[in-house]
C-alpha cells in the first residue's frame, strides 16, 4: 500500500533527513542518481543533493513488508542567509499507535515500549546485563555512534564519549560514558549539559576523582533527533 505523496525540498550542499518507521530502501529514478546522494541506514533517509534539480518522484520502501512511501523532492540553490532545515518525520497510524497516544495523553508513560522510563531501563540493561537477561525490544533498533569525545558537559571537567544509541519510535536513547579528569570528585548536574534532550538519567551522579575505580560512569540522553543534531 502506498502512502500519499509527501513534498519535500532543501537547498543544494545541505543534507536532509527523513525519519521513516522502520528501516527502508530507497529507489531513485536513474535521472536522479548523479543528481542526489542518498543513504538509508536504521529506518533513517540521508538526502545530499548534489546540484539543484526539478521536483521528481521517489519510492521509498519498507524493509519489513510494510507501506511503501512516495516522497516528491526538489533541490534549490542554497541561500546564505536562510536557517538549516528541519528533519522529516513520517509516521504511520496503526491501532497499536492509536492506542499508544491514549496511554500517553493519560499520562502513563510506563505503558508504551518506548517511554522514557523504559526506554532509558532498556538502553542500561543492554551496556549491564548478563547476556541471558537483555530484553528483546520490537521497535528499537541500534544506531551507529561515533566514538569519539563530544564536548556535553559544561566546564570541560568530564570528558564525555557516546558508546551505544538506539531509536524507538520517535525518540532516540544515546548512552554517553563520562569520565572525571580532575583530582576532585564531582557532582553531576543535568542542568551542565549542552544540548536539547527530552529526558537525562545519569549511572552513577557522583564521580571520585580521577584514577579511581569510580571516576567514570554513563548518562543516558533521551532525545527527539539523533544525538549530533540534538547537541
Same mark, same amino acid.
Given at each position: 500500500?502506498?502512502?500519499?505523496? !509527501?513534498? /519535500?525540498?532543501?537547498?543544494? *550542499?545541505?543534507? $536532509?533527513?527523513? !525519519?521513516?518507521? /522502520? ?18 541506514? =536504521? ?5 545530499? &543533493? $548534489? ?15 510494510? @507501506? ?10 542554497? /541561500?546564505?542567509? +536562510? !536557517? ?15 492506542? &499508544? ?5 493519560? *499520562?502513563?508513560?510506563?505503558?508504551? @515500549?518506548? #517511554? ?15 547476556? $541471558? ?5 520490537? #521497535?528499537?533498533?541500534?544506531? @551507529? %555512534? =561515533?566514538?569519539?569525545? %563530544? ?16 531509536? &524507538? ?16 570528585? %564531582? ?8 544540548? &536539547? ?6 549511572? !552513577?551522579? $557522583?564521580?571520585?576523582?580521577?584514577? +579511581?575505580?569510580?571516576? +567514570? ?15
Amino acid at each position: 500500500m502506498a502512502q500519499s505523496p !509527501h513534498c /519535500d525540498s532543501f537547498g543544494g *550542499g545541505e543534507e $536532509r533527513l527523513v !525519519h521513516f518507521p /522502520d528501516s527502508v530502501s530507497v529507489g531513485l529514478p536513474q535521472g536522479l542518481t548523479p543528481l542526489l546522494r542518498s543513504q538509508s541506514i =536504521n529506518g533513517t533517509v540521508y538526502l545530499l &543533493a $548534489r546540484q539543484p534539480f526539478e521536483t521528481t518522484r521517489v519510492m521509498v520502501r519498507s524493509e519489513t513488508e510494510g @507501506p511503501i512511501f512516495v516522497l516528491d523532492i526538489s533541490a534549490q540553490p542554497a /541561500d546564505p542567509e +536562510s !536557517h538549516p532545515l528541519p528533519d522529516v518525520q513520517i509516521l504511520v497510524e496503526t491501532p497499536q499507535a492509536v492506542g &499508544a497516544v491514549q496511554a500517553e495523553s493519560n *499520562g502513563d508513560l510506563r505503558s508504551l @515500549p518506548w #517511554g522514557y522510563v523504559a526506554l532509558t531501563r532498556f538502553a542500561a540493561q543492554q551496556l549491564y546485563a548478563p547476556t $541471558r537477561l537483555i530484553p528483546s525490544q520490537p #521497535g528499537v533498533v541500534a544506531m @551507529p %555512534v =561515533n566514538a569519539e569525545p %563530544v564536548d556535553l558537559v559544561v566546564g570541560s571537567k568530564i570528558e564525555a564519549v557516546p558508546v551505544a544509541a538506539w531509536k &524507538a519510535g520517535l525518540q532516540y536513547v544515546t548512552a554517553v560514558k563520562l569520565i572525571n579528569r580532575t583530582r576532585k570528585a %564531582v557532582v553531576l548536574d543535568p542542568r551542565e549539559l549542552r544540548g &536539547a534532550w527530552l529526558a537525562a538519567t545519569f549511572q !552513577h551522579n $557522583r564521580l571520585l576523582p580521577a584514577g +579511581s575505580e569510580a571516576d +567514570s560512569t554513563v548518562v543516558y540522553l533521551l532525545s527527539d533527533r539523533p544525538f549530533d543534531v540534538a547537541l
